[in-house]
């Protein structure tokens, strides 16, 4: 199912992208794939996604990959 949902993102037009990669989030984090889940979460912020609303999801993924230096990184954006 990510291999066919990163196609469709990958083909699909800019405008989209966003949005297609935050399905690719919730799949993986329903996946408990904490990483890979931030990873396609920093993409969707990157092609878009309002960082506001995405940063604390963004920050409790990073923690619950162990990923401490990025989810510091994270929470100073958050705050600022």
Do not use: T, W
């Not at 609303?53 to 705050?79: D, T, V």
Request: charged content about 30%; hydrophobic content about 45%.
């Amino acid at each position: 199912a990510e291999g066919l949902l990163r196609r469709r993102i990958e083909a699909s037009p800019a405008s989209e992208r966003a949005q297609q990669l935050m399905q690719l989030v919730d799949l993986n984090d329903e996946l408990d794939r904490p990483q890979a889940a931030a990873a396609a979460l920093q993409e969707a912020m990157n092609a878009g996604a309002d960082e506001a609303r995405s940063l604390p999801r963004l920050c409790e993924l990073l923690e619950k990959a162990g990923k401490m230096g990025e989810l510091s990184e994270a929470l100073a954006r958050a705050i600022a």
